[in-house]
């Protein structure tokens, strides 16, 4: 019985696990086509989610910080993020109303934001 079922294996087995891998995958990439139908609409998820963890972090920062003004080089360095994303954040934080950009001073070329109360 021994030697019949360690040929069976030797024959048979890597052709085994192959299907059973290759199955695996199948259902992986099935579900993720179901949830996400294109590679742009997971990209785009992703992206939103993202921009909603970014804007979250600025607001508070600016939340807790004492006098909420702050210049975006700042803000970069506290929250460990590109200006890039951090200018994006406070744009989209000013259009829906929350944050607030004010004109440059007179010591700094660089615009100031604080929390629109």
């Known amino acids: 019985m021994t030697g019949s ?3 069976l294996i030797e ?3 890597t052709w085994t696990i192959s299907g059973i891998t290759g199955f695996i995958g199948g259902l992986v990439g099935s579900a993720f086509r179901w949830r996400w139908p294109s590679w742009k609409e997971w990209k785009e998820e992703r992206q939103e ?8 972090r600025v607001m508070a920062l600016l939340d807790g910080k004492g006098s909420s003004v ?3 080089p ?3 360095e506290r929250l460990g993020l590109k200006e890039d994303e951090v200018r994006n954040s406070l744009d989209r934080l000013e259009v829906r109303g929350r944050v607030r950009m004010g004109p440059p001073t007179f010591d700094s070329l660089a615009c100031w934001f ?3 109360r």
Request: hydrophobic share 40%.
């Open 5 to 7: 079922w360690h040929s």
């Open 11 to 13: 024959r048979w087995g």
């Open 114 to 116: 604080s929390l629109h």
């Open 70 to 72: 702050m210049v975006v």
């Open 49 to 56: 989610k993202r921009d909603k963890e970014i804007d979250a």
């Open 74 to 76: 700042q803000m970069c």
